[in-house]
């Protein structure tokens, strides 16, 4: 728990010089199967510094380090927070067909953004032109914030993408707010699921949420793919070039 507390002094001096923390994280990235989804959670220091954070805070974990029952917990405390306007809170989806087209990389900075358009109203940010998911540098330049926040994505720093932010590697470890983020992208990743479990129900979809277990595998050899897997990652593990527990460590 001392270590959790950290947390929160983490981000109280990040938030310094801005009005607003936003932290962004994402589930299923290192998934065969099923979308990506991220999520974001912006606070401010009024939020850092009140009854909440203080006494139940120290709670909050990077999501892969909780128990179902705990994320669903703090899902519902999140979404008090959020109708009581103390912080704001939102979840981006970008599914397979946008992960085949975009490759998962891309797919992920897809649902990113998705997850800050739902943070921020339209004219949040002032741009000169549109940056699109792939946008220039020179567009990039161009996308100056309108509101004072400072946005902190775990992981490296994102190149081509249109919202200036820090990377923080390991940051849903390091960071409050990062890890309100990582709850925020799991817990409705994971209610996803069971849907296409019910559509393809040979391969337990419900159970491991479409990672790379055993059984998962065995279910791949035996039946192939489904409309739901990732054809890329697949077709590598098909081929027998990459053992799907390698594929976990890439996120969520």
């Given amino acids: 728990m001392p270590k959790r507390r950290q947390l929160r002094a983490f981000d109280l001096k990040q ?10 994280d994402e589930a299923g990235r290192g998934a065969l199967a099923g979308p990506v989804v991220a999520g ?6 009024e939020f850092l510094e009140g009854r909440w954070a203080v006494s139940k805070g120290g709670r909050v974990n990077d999501s892969k380090q909780l128990e179902a029952p705990e994320r669903e917990a703090l899902w519902a405390e999140f ?89 923080l590697v390991n940051g849903d470890a390091r960071s409050l707010c990062v890890a309100m983020a990582s709850i925020v992208a799991k817990v409705p990743r994971d209610c996803l699921m069971p849907a296409l479990a019910a559509k393809s129900p040979a391969y337990g979809f419900d159970r491991h949420k479409g990672y790379g277990t055993d059984d998962h595998r065995e279910a791949v050899l035996k039946s192939g793919r489904c409309p739901q897997h990732r054809e890329l990652f697949l077709r590598k593990l098909l081929a027998g070039r990459v053992d799907p527990g390698q594929l976990d460590f890439l996120g969520g």
């Fill in 79 to 167: 979404e008090e927070l959020a109708g009581a306007g103390h912080i704001h809170a939102h979840f981006g989806v970008a599914g397979v067909e946008e992960i085949e087209q975009f490759n998962i990389l891309g797919a992920t900075k897809l649902a990113m953004r998705r997850a800050l358009e739902g943070i921020f109203p339209p004219d949040a940010f002032a741009r000169k032109t549109e940056p699109d998911l792939f946008s220039s540098a020179e567009e990039i330049a161009a996308f100056q914030p309108t509101v004072s926040a400072r946005i902190l994505i775990d992981g490296l720093p994102l190149r081509h993408f249109p919202y200036p932010h820090t990377g």
């Fill in 40 to 45: 974001a959670v912006l606070v401010t220091r």
């Fill in 15 to 24: 938030i310094e010089g801005f009005t607003n923390l936003i932290g962004v």
